[in-house]
């Protein structure tokens, strides 16, 4: 065999048809690759088990000849299956399955004679074995000394790909193992001994060829942090190289713009904005340019504590530029800024204050006078803050001198946007992102690992607490009191939601039944809201059957069935229904908004639109009707629309046969109102690449062995970081740490080669 290195292409290892379906299912290309591709899980069977005492779970090592064995067709699928009985000398038998006959139709005929590892499962009444691993042999010998093996090691079981079955991929992993002759290191030796790691080449054996006494988990942890490490690595010099750029410090001014409108605030700043502000007015000061996250809950101050540095950022000369994701979002901002500011926003206007500035809306569906002027602005300087959405990213757009750059949400703005604004300046502006998501402290570190963040936990004080409840709906009793509940709120004054995950026919309006013809699932962009990821999870994890949802879909309630039902509740008679979805034109949805903002709607029934931008102080009540249909973090940003005034809100989630994990999550949600606690149960539940897709982050991001919901994968990523930003503090170019070096220049070309592939 040629010399194999972690380097190889897996065409020196494997048949050019393997080798092509790695790539394609598994991604898999080099030797590298094969090392990173870790089992799903082991088998430890330990012993030879008789065939007479098997239980459901229990791994097992037998020696069976084949006494039948039958391939049928499948029914959902295409493709036969096999069903091979196998059995010992004393009569006892054991089933055992493929759902794709091929490759073992062949080999498992009737006298064969072999061994059998896998876990036992049940069908129906029957134990069977699924897919087992299995070795035939013609002489007892070379059986002895398989069988040997099996009774030594933990037997990985890979994730198969069509004919590569979890054999034959540990073959291939061993063989690697076994040929290359040198494995990579990364990690430096220092920080290996310092972290109580094992060597690579340990975690590898450790992960792919455990003995029965090992611990393979180990072997993954060391894994998890080469990734973590290399990541950081990364990370720390984009900080570096950041840091080498130079700002322009924006000194504070004593007795400016900010200092008016602090002295005219309506409210006491709390002890958070306080403390993030003078952090803000710090590294506005100084010549490094600021890279701060700053995250909050919808309504937890963020936009006053960023207006503020604005402000200071105005006081010492120079503009800032507020980016918002949708032009609905930058006009509110506009608004809002324009108003918190009063007279302070009409510079050079008569009755404007003395030091006042001008505020600018740029958006694309401006006309063309208004976004003339509002360039004009940004240009000439006369406007210190230019509002807008990407149209403020586009060439044309200058300023006169640019301090700051606020983001709102980060979740649409890229590293690619962000350079563009900075081109803008004369040296980098400071910028300063904003996001209302929760993001848990591992994502924190690694996909904006880059940033600083400060964090806003409390909220400003007059804000009442939500307590949050599951009605199971299958319980008439429970279902009446929710509507009585909201019966009660509104004659108190207040108002409710019942938010829907559809929308429906508009002909249920009439009284028509829930159901008919009219599909489960509405198109409506927006209202894609409800998180249709669950279904992939649910579909995706155990195969048919699900989590136990079991029976037919349900129908998912629509907005107008709804409507009608709550028309047609005794409880509800009197009460001002209205309602409110996507597929209303944006009159319709402005003037139903501003109706009940008004308060001449009492009961809003409405789908995910409302997630965004809503804050009606009065509104105390949401029922989620459906509610196993939504994600956790979707539900939390939800009810944050309920007790955002003096009144308390209470939040009821409204659910009927939903599974069991569907049933855990609303427990999750009701038990606690911590962001951050229910945004890491969200991430243990979703798969990474939803959570850090560069789709939804605008950065390439993904991790392989990491679980970013795990606590102990916090501590290993923290670990790692901080080894990685003390290594490239003393070594920012990696030219002592050529192993490291070259460990990162293939992420960063991974994650390049993943940019471009997504186009
Ligand atoms: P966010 O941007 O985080 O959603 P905002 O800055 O828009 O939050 O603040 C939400 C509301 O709370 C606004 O009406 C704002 O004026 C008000 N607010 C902000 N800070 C305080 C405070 N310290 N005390 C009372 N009200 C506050
Ligand atoms: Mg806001």
Known sequence: ????????????????????????????????????????????????????????????????????????????????????????????????????????????????????????GAYGRRLQLTHPEYELFDDEEAGEAAVEWYRTHRVPVYSTTGKLNSLRLRKLVHTALDTVDRIREPVPEDVRVARGLVDRAVALELVHRPAVDDQPSRGLDRLKFDEA?????????????????????????????????????????????????????????????????????????????????????????????????????????????????GDLAQGGMLGGSEFGTNVALLTGSQNTAARRRSLLDAASGSAGIVVGTHALIQKHVQFADLALVVVD????????????????????????????????????????????????????????PITTHVVDADRTGWVDRTWQRVAEEVAKGHQAYVVCPRIGDVDNESGGAVGGASGTRDSSDEDAGWDAHWDDEEDGADGAGGDGDGGPAKELTGVYAMLSTLRATPALEGVRIDVLHGRLDADAKDATMRAFSAGEIDVLVATTVIEVGVDVPNASVMVVV?????????????????????????????????????????????????????????????????????RQSGRGNSVRHLRLGRVEDEQIIADAREDAFALVDRDPGLREHPALAAAVAMRLDEEQAAWLERG
Do not use: W
Request: glycine letters at 10%; hydrophobic letters at 40%; one cysteine or more.
């Open 409 to 464: 949400e980060q979740h649409r703005f890229g590293v690619e946007q962000r350079d563009a604004l900075r081109e803008k300046g004369i040296r980098p502006p400071h910028v300063l992102v904003m996001t209302a998501t929760p993001i848990p402290r591992t994502v924190a570190m690694t996909v904006f690992g880059d940033m600083e963040t400060s964090t806003l936990r409390e909220l400003p004080r007059g804000r009442s």
């Open 626 to 694: 459906d509610a196993d249909r939504f994600g956790i973090s979707q539900l939390h940003q939800l009810r944050g629309r309920v007790g955002r005034g003096a009144v308390p809100g209470l939040c009821l989630l409204m659910t009927q046969g939903a599974g069991e994990r569907a049933a855990e999550r609303l427990d999750q949600v009701a038990s606690t109102t911590d962001g951050f606690e229910l945004a890491r149960a969200d991430l243990l539940l979703r798969r990474e690449g939803d959570v850090l897709g560069a």
């Open 229 to 341: 490490f290399v990541l950081q690595t990364i990370l720390a010099q984009r900080r570096k190289a950041a840091e080498s750029e130079l700002a322009t410090p924006r000194h504070p001014r004593p007795g400016g713009l900010l200092a008016a409108f602090d002295a005219r605030l309506p409210f006491e700043l709390t002890e958070g904005q306080r403390e993030i502000g003078e952090v803000l007015a710090a590294e506005l000061a100084s010549e490094r340019p600021m890279h701060r996250l700053l995250q909050g809950e919808v309504g937890s101050g963020k936009t006053v504590v960023a207006l503020r540095a604005m402000l200071a950022a105005i006081d010492a000369g120079g503009q800032a530029a507020l980016l918002a994701p949708t032009e609905v979002l930058a006009a509110q901002h506009h608004r809002s800024i324009t108003t918190m500011l």
């Open 1 to 120: 065999m040629p010399v194999l290195t972690e380097d190889s292409p897996l065409t020196k290892l494997v048949k050019k048809n393997e080798a092509e379906q790695l790539a394609r299912t598994k991604g898999l290309l080099s030797v590298a690759d094969l090392f990173e591709f870790v089992p799903r899980r082991y088998v430890r069977p330990g012993q030879l088990t008789d065939l007479s005492s098997l239980h459901v779970g229990e791994d097992v090592l037998v020696v069976a000849e084949v006494k039948k064995a039958t391939t049928r067709p499948m029914r959902n699928r295409r493709g036969k299956m096999l069903t091979v009985v196998i059995g010992d000398d004393l009569g006892n038998e054991l089933d055992v399955t493929f759902f794709s006959a091929y490759g073992h139709e062949g080999k498992l005929k009737p006298g064969a004679r072999g061994f059998f590892v896998g876990q036992i």
